[in-house]
Nanobody, 122 residues
Framework: QVQLVESGGGLVQAGGSLRLSCAAS????????MGWFRQAPGKEREFVAV????????NYADSVKGRFTISRDNAKNTVYLQMNNLKPEDTAVYYC???????????????WGQGTQVTVSS
């Protein structure tokens, strides 16, 4: 069993930055691919970024490429999402997710955090 807890959300002006963290409990964290997803009011949950267990392979949604960076520290069982040049359309609840399978950009991850709100004002 893996538990995920996100932190770092908040209110920021357009053009600003935030860094989200996702702390994972349990062993074998390095065996899990970790993803970030977001869900805005009235919209479906959408893929943001994913990182492989060893941190070498990453993938991003086109809407965040060049602005967001996903990383992980396996010694701390933590995955991060650095968000720069934030836009109002980035406003959403952000969730981290983990799975030992190669789920990639799909939402079929086994483990999910509770989410953290990110609000970007114009």
């Amino acid at each position: 069993q893996v538990q995920l807890v996100e932190s770092g959300g908040g209110l920021v002006q357009a053009g600003g930055s935030l860094r989200l963290s996702c702390a994972a409990s349990g062993r074998s964290f390095r065996n899990y691919a970790m993803g970030w997803f977001r869900q805005a009011p009235g919209k479906e949950r959408e893929f943001v970024a994913v990182i492989s267990g060893n941190g070498i392979v990453t993938n991003y949604a086109d809407s965040v490429k060049g602005r967001f960076t996903i990383s992980r520290d396996n010694a701390k069982n933590t995955v991060y999402l650095q968000m720069n040049n934030l836009k109002p359309e980035d406003t959403a609840v952000y969730y981290c997710a983990g799975d030992s399978r190669r789920v990639g950009t799909r939402t079929e991850y086994t483990y999910w955090g509770q989410g953290t709100q990110v609000t970007v004002s114009s």
